[in-house]
């Protein structure tokens, strides 16, 4: 009998759970154990429980997680084959996805406040900067803002504006109501206090500012089509919670947010998460962390199926309205 969390949902608050996948294995093989996932019964978001302990939490990140275009400038002294390879990757992928949320960004904004041209932007979650790059090219005032500082070890090469520190902290170090726009690209579900998150976005947005955010939606067809196989699912215990479209557009509301919009993000990105729940070996950190043979010949194999995927996810994207990744627009009210 497994004992049901006493926990509250880290998305509408609610106490009444009900198992979704339990003894989940790290896709990575990096974190050891098992870890369960459990659905709120009031807003159908899946958690974690228990929750690791916020301490532990960077501990569970591989060196090489997300890609990074250092791959791609050979600062890492890899082959001359993976940084062919990592620079196509980047090219025909990683730059189309990042380019067309900037412009989505920006369009958004426009519509919105037509008078300020340069809106400063802070990333949350940022990594290494790719994004930031994008967003820097559509005009905006960009800095960032990442919890991981191993990264400073390989500083990035785009001479950008980056903190490190936690983005759920109160002591992030910019004043009230500095920026216009507020970004968090595949962050809410790696932290162990969405709302506190979403405080520290509250504070930072100038009356009428807009927070973007990316992130898998646990009510998605995609979602229930893998199951416990959907990569989202064994990233744990890196993602600590998945909502539903209702308990994130419930949380937004509580934290003083109005107007929340939660579209299709990138149908691309989503094909490349389904090729990876296909193929979970294919991930970035075997093939350009550890370069084995095989990971680089299944992610050669992933990256072709993104044909078979890019076709699925528009389906269910587009025309079921039912996106795998979510796209969320909310105001500062
Ligand atoms: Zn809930």
Known sequence: MVKSPAAECLYCRSKTWKPLYLEVIDRLGFVSGTWDFFQCQTCQSAQLFPLPLQEKLANFYPPVYSFSKQLTEGSQKKSMLLNTLSNLEYRCYYRPIYRSQARRIKKTWKKNHKSNDNPRLLDMGCGRGLRMQALSEEGFKVEGLDFQPHLTEQPSPLELNIQYADATTTQLPWPDQTFDIITAFFLLEHVPDVRAVLRSVRRLLKPGGLFFATIPLIDSLQAKWWKDRWIHITEAPRHLSLPSRKGLKLVCKTMGFQETTIQADSILEE??????????????????????????????????SLLITFNFCFLTSILFRSPGHGFLCTRKS
Do not use: C, E, H
Request: proline content about 3%; aromatic content about 6%; overall charge positive.
């Open 271 to 304: 094909a490349g998460v389904a090729a990876s729940s296909l193929l979970p070996q294919a991930s970035i950190t075997d093939v350009y962390g550890n370069r084995k043979v095989t990971s680089l010949m299944r992610r050669l194999f992933g990256a072709s």
